[in-house]
């Protein structure tokens, strides 16, 4: 299903490795989780502070740490996913020129 999706962002006429989509699929659920994750986070921070209690304050210390490091991960696969289609885009473009190559005719001089 999601597969199904990054094939419509990509568009009709870019063919990719499923090698390459199972990648992205897996980064893409990676930070799924742990944006899920961080939700669950902000919320328990938010009522730890409404509360006002000093043992829930002092828990959003740990809290936030872990939220601020989710984000770090987060961002760090990004980094990653951005690189690999970096990578993707240009190999499928190599090939692509290396097909066209032998379908040139020559003219004469």
Do not use: C
């Not at 419509?8 to 944006?35: A, H, P």
């Not at 991960?73 to 190559?101: C, P, Q, T």
């Amino acid at each position: 299903m999601e597969g199904d999706t990054i094939s419509r962002m990509m568009g009709s006429g870019v063919q990719m490795d499923g090698k390459i989509l199972q990648t992205f699929e897996k980064s893409f659920v990676q930070v799924q989780n742990i944006l899920d994750h961080n939700r669950l986070l902000i919320n328990e921070i938010n009522q730890n502070h409404e509360s006002k209690i000093p043992d829930n304050l002092g828990r959003n210390v740990g809290l936030i740490r872990e939220l601020n490091n989710n984000v770090r991960r987060v961002a760090h696969l990004y980094v990653d996913l951005s690189n690999n289609f970096s990578k993707s885009m240009e190999a499928s473009s190599e090939g692509d020129s290396s097909e066209g190559r032998g379908n040139r005719r020559i003219r004469p001089a």
